[in-house]
């Protein structure tokens, strides 16, 4: 399978496919007699298995130490590999209380403005004396 079809199939631009390769995030893919990738059903498992990870947010680096450490394929990595996500799931939980922290901030404006707005409002449209 080519890039683009492969691109189609997992929802990845096909330059993301290749920076991914060129990281080494994934393994080199296998060209064909013109040059062009081949990519195998092991290819898309690893370009799969790298999407879930990094649609989850965890970042490039942590991506890239965690398959490292799968790479070594050794038990003494198992709790490596589990910090490596206990660490990236903090991540996330902190940007999620700052998002809702934003939110709050936000509709506490929105409420105030609406009570300004609607005061304003009204006394356009009142009977003056």
Same mark, same amino acid.
């Given at each position: $399978?080519?890039? *683009?079809k492969?691109?189609?199939? +997992?929802?990845?631009?096909? =330059?993301?496919?290749?920076?991914?390769?060129?990281?080494? +995030?994934?393994p080199?893919i296998?060209?064909?007699? /013109?040059?062009?990738?081949?990519?195998?059903?092991? =290819?898309? /498992?690893a370009l799969?298995?790298?999407?879930?990870?990094?649609s989850?947010?965890?970042?490039?680096?942590?991506? $890239?130490?965690?398959?490292?450490?799968?790479?070594?394929? #050794? #038990?003494?990595?198992?709790?490596?590999?589990?910090?490596?996500?206990?660490? #990236?799931?903090? &991540?996330?939980q *902190?940007?999620?209380?700052?998002?809702?922290?934003?939110?709050?901030?936000?509709?506490y404006?929105?409420?105030?403005?609406?009570?300004?707005?609607? *005061? *304003?409002?009204?006394?356009?449209?009142? &009977?003056? =004396?």
């Amino acid at each position: $399978m080519n890039i *683009k079809k492969a691109s189609e199939l +997992l929802g990845l631009s096909s =330059d993301t496919i290749r920076y991914y390769e060129r990281i080494g +995030l994934i393994p080199p893919i296998q060209r064909n007699s /013109a040059g062009i990738r081949d990519f195998s059903e092991q =290819d898309l /498992a690893a370009l799969e298995f790298v999407r879930c990870f990094r649609s989850a947010g965890v970042s490039v680096e942590s991506l $890239m130490n965690y398959i490292h450490l799968c790479q070594d394929g #050794e #038990e003494q990595h198992l709790e490596k590999r589990r910090a490596i996500l206990v660490d #990236e799931r903090e &991540k996330l939980q *902190k940007k999620a209380d700052e998002l809702l922290s934003a939110i709050s901030r936000l509709d506490y404006k929105i409420e105030n403005y609406e009570r300004v707005i609607v *005061k *304003k409002e009204k006394r356009l449209f009142e &009977k003056g =004396d």
